[in-house]
């Protein structure tokens, strides 16, 4: 058992219920599928759950309906989307219920168990905000400063969130928690709306970045062309894993869900450069490219 953490998936396709249940089961979760969001409703008055996948499009009762009960009802559960194409506003309208994540649909295992763990990582940090964590650097004062004046500047504009993440990564170079919080407060946000923003736009980062940052793709095209080998090459030769930088700072490591070039598929990108067909044989000239 990865932990106890009790996870719902709703979904109104059987198949997408099957593939979440047999996955996250294989991994040690503890999950249940159910196939209306109506449903998800009545289970959810029984018992609660710390974290539900939804889609958006379900007939009867939407995903949309199912999250705003949810945060009125359970707001200490944490909800990722699953999603087809949805119009930019559903996904806006989720994104300001403040979700942790998405998945998009068809999705891979790779990518369902890599949002997975960040989602129980953020529900683990966000019920345990008091206990003793590792040592977490300080952001300088006249970094701080900075961000309040970004802040401060937007605070009455609508729509201000991105332009101020975008400030704010610009000045610390990525946007971990405590910079999120500070934003959160300032724009009077929930940090899990201003997470779910960050979690969703591929430009923003959590982490810090090496001088040169790796981005693998694994999104269905380039996972049926076996670009977990490329990744693992990768992660084997800078020995770093994903979301890591190397110890010189030269190399950080990130996996996406589509970059949008399915036709090069495998495809990797090292900062705006693409390389397509990629196979692990690949992978030390490229490096060698940036050292
Ligand atoms: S799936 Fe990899 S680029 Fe689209």
Redesign the pocket.
């Known amino acids: 058992m990865v932990d106890d953490l009790k996870i719902l998936v709703v979904d109104d396709e059987p198949i997408i219920i099957r593939s979440c249940e047999s996955i996250l089961k294989s991994e040690g979760y503890n999950v249940q599928g159910l196939l209306s969001a109506k449903d998800a409703i009545l289970r959810m008055e029984q018992q609660p759950f710390d974290l539900v996948f939804t889609d958006l499009k379900m007939p009867e009762v939407d995903g949309i309906t199912l999250i705003r009960w949810i945060r009125q009802k359970r707001p200490d559960t944490g909800v990722v989307i699953i999603t087809g194409y949805p119009s930019q506003d559903t996904i806006k309208d989720a994104l300001e219920l403040g979700i942790i994540d998405y998945v998009p649909k068809p999705f891979t295992p790779t990518v369902l168990l890599d949002v997975t763990q960040r989602a129980v990582s953020w529900i683990r940090e966000k019920k345990a905000p008091l206990e003793p964590k590792e040592k977490k650097e300080e952001l300088p004062p006249s970094m701080l400063q900075e961000i309040d004046r970004v802040i401060s500047q937007y605070r009455s504009k609508p729509g201000s969130s991105i332009p101020v993440l975008q400030r704010c990564q610009q000045i610390v170079g990525y946007l971990p928690p405590e910079v999120q919080k500070r934003i959160a407060k300032g724009l009077n946000m929930t940090p899990a709306e201003i997470h779910g923003i960050v979690s969703f736009y591929s430009f923003f980062t959590m982490k810090p970045r090496g001088d040169h940052n790796i981005r693998i ?7 049926v062309k076996r ?1 977990e080998e490329v990744l693992n090459r990768i992660k084997e030769d800078l020995k770093i894993d994903v979301g890591e930088v190397t110890e010189d700072k030269k190399f950080s490591l990130e996996t996406v ?6 036709g ?4 990797m990108v090292i900062d705006e450069e693409t390389y397509g067909a990629m196979n692990p044989k690949k992978v030390p000239d490229i490096l060698k490219e940036y050292a």
Do not use: H, I, Q, S
């Open positions: 793709c694994l999104g269905t095209a380039c996972y670009v869900r589509c970059l949008g070039a399915c090069l598929a495998p495809v």
